[in-house]
C-alpha cells in the first residue's frame, strides 16, 4: 500500500448518516459514502496534475486526472474530495458501540471515469479535465469501483493544493442599510486569531483607505440535520464583512481585500470596482436584473451539470456578458440548492465572482436555504438538506434588523424594493406583515415611483402546475392577505421565484384583470401586475394544462427578468431567456405622478363631504 493510502486509512471515522426526502434533489446525495468498502489493488492508480495550484494568483484552475484500474466496469467513478485525507478528528464518535463507516464525508463533487474515456471499460485507463477552486484546504481524488449506490475504494491520488489555501476569496457586494452604504463580504482560511481582515478601497484616482471588516462563522453543531451536520458537512471558513461608507452617488471606486497577519505581512486580493448607488429619488439611467433559483453547475460537467441545475451557467454567463448594463441583481431564494452539502456554497460563491465583485448581489430566502421541520420555519419540509437557513444568513449580507428574519428593503434611485421571506408567516397579524407595510407605506412615490414587491414563494399567481393540483395558483394562504397591502400602496409589480418557468400577468386584483392591455401601460396600472421568474437554472416546472384570464404570457424555459427605469414617468420591463440573451417579452409602463395619487378600488379611503 503507498504512502498516500497509509496515511489515508490510518484512522477509521464515524458519523451517523440519514437520508433526507430532500436530497433527491441533490446530485451528492447519490453517493452512498457511508457504505464506502475497500477494494485497494496496488495495479491500480491515480495521478492528478499539477500539484501546486495558483502560482499566478488565480483561484480557479484545471488539474489533470490520469487514472487506471485493471478491474474496470462501466460505473466506476473518481470522486474529489477535500480535504484530501480524512480522519476520526473529522466526523467525532457519537457512539463507540456502532461500527464506524470507513468515510463519513461525501466528496464535493464526482465524475464517472468513462465521462471522457469512451474506450475505459476495455482499455482499463482515462483522464479527466476537473475545475478546482480554492476551498481553504488540499485535494485527494479517489477511484471508486460498485457505482454510487456501493462504492468500493480502488485507489486515492497524490494531493493537490493553492499556494495559499487561505487567501481572501470569492468577494460579495451587497447594498447597506442606508443607501450610500455598500457592504463587501468575503471568504478565506484566516480567522480573527491569525489575521485582521480589511477592505483597501477608495474613489477611482483618489485616496484609498482602510476598512476593518467584522468576522463571523458557524460550526457543525450549527446545522439542524442531516446531510449538514453529517456527510454534507465541511468547514465554511470564515466569513468577513466590511462597511463602505459615505459614498459618493454613481461615483467608480476601487477595493481590495486584505489580511495583515500577525508578522506584519499582508495577504492581497486582486483589485476589484463597483459604482456606488444613486441617492434615492435621482432621475438617471437605472437597470436592475431579477430571478429565482439559479444554483450552481460545475464547468467540467462533473456532478449536476446535466441533471441538476442544467441553466445555471448559462443564466451567469448571460449576465456577466451584460454586466455594463446591470446596477444592480436580486436573487430571490434556492441560491445554489447546497442542501446541506457545505462545500456548494463556495462553488456558488465562485461561480457568481464575476457579478458579485462588481455589483450588489441580493439575496432572499427560499425553501432550500431555509425550511427544516422544527425549527420555526413556516413550512415543516426537508428542503434545506439541515441547513435550516444557517450558510445563507451568514455568506451574504441583507440590509435587515435580523438575518434570522430575512425581510428587509432596499431604496435604489427611483426604485424601492420591498423583499419577505416566505419560510416564516407573513400572514396579517405576524411580525413580518408589519414589516412588509410599513415597507410598502414609508416610500415616497413622488421621488420614487416604481414599487417592486420580491419573495421566493408565489404568494401572487403562478399557473404552475402543482399549484392547480393543490386547488389554487398560489402558495396557499399567499395573497389572500397581501394583496389588500398591495393594492392600497400601489404595487407595480411583484416577482417571485420557487416555480421553475417564466409567467407574466395582466395588473390584476383579486383574480380580476384591472388593465386589458398587454403591453404599453400609460396612466395607472389599477393593479399589480404578478411575474413568475423561476427559471435561473434549476430543473423546470411544467405548467397546468388551464388557461386563466390573467395570464399574459408563459415560459418553459430558463430566463431572467431585467428593469430598466428611465426616468420618474417610463420604465421597461424585459424578460431574457438565459440561452442566449435576448427579450421574449417585454412591457412598458408610462404615467405621471398624478395617476399615482389616483384612487383605485381598495385604494383610498372612502371620502366624505365634510368640511
Known sequence: ???????????????????????????????????????????????????????????????????????????????????????????PAENTWVTPPLLCSAPIKYQYANFSSLGYKNTGTGSLKLQLINQRSDFAFALFTGGLTNPKLVAMSNKVSFINPNAPVYPRLAQGKTWDEMTVTWTSGYGISEAEPFVEWGPKGGNLVKSPAGTLTFDHNTMCGAPARTVGWRDPGFIHTSFLKELWPNREYIYKLGHILFNGTIIWSQQYQFKAPPFPGQNSLQRVVIFGDMGKAEADGSNEYNNFQPGSLNTTKQIIQDLKDIDIVFHIGDICYANGYMSQWDQFTAQIE????????????????????????FYGNLDSGGECGVPAQTMFYVPAENREKFWYKVDYGMFRFCIAHTELDWRKGSEQYTFIENCLASVDRQKQPWLIFLAHRVLGYSSAGFYVAEGSFEEPMGREDLQILWQKYKVDIGIYGHVHNYERTCPVYQNICTNKEKHNYKGSLNGTIHVVAG??????????????????????????????AFDHSNLLFEYKKSSDGQVYDSFRISREYRDILACTVDSCPPTTLAF
Open 535 to 564: 427559471g435561473g437554472g434549476a430543473s423546470l416546472a411544467d405548467f397546468a394544462q388551464v388557461n386563466t384570464t390573467w395570464s399574459i404570457f408563459k415560459d418553459h424555459d430558463y430566463g431572467f427578468v431585467k428593469l430598466t
Open 1 to 91: 500500500m503507498g504512502k498516500s493510502k497509509v496515511l489515508f486509512f490510518s484512522f477509521l471515522v464515524l458519523a451517523t448518516f440519514q437520508q433526507a426526502m430532500s436530497d433527491e434533489h441533490q446530485p451528492l446525495s447519490k453517493v452512498a459514502i457511508h457504505k464506502t468498502t475497500l477494494a485497494l489493488d496496488e495495479r491500480a492508480y491515480v495521478k492528478a496534475t499539477p500539484k501546486v495550484l495558483g502560482l499566478r494568483g488565480q483561484n480557479t484552475e484545471w488539474v489533470t486526472v490520469q487514472y487506471s484500474n485493471p478491474k474496470p466496469t462501466i460505473d466506476d467513478w473518481i470522486g474529489v474530495f477535500s480535504p484530501a485525507f480524512f480522519n476520526a478528528s473529522a466526523c
Open 354 to 377: 464575476p457579478i458579485a465583485s462588481t455589483v450588489p448581489y441580493m439575496t432572499a430566502s427560499g425553501n432550500h436555504e431555509r425550511d427544516w421541520p422544527g425549527t420555526g420555519s
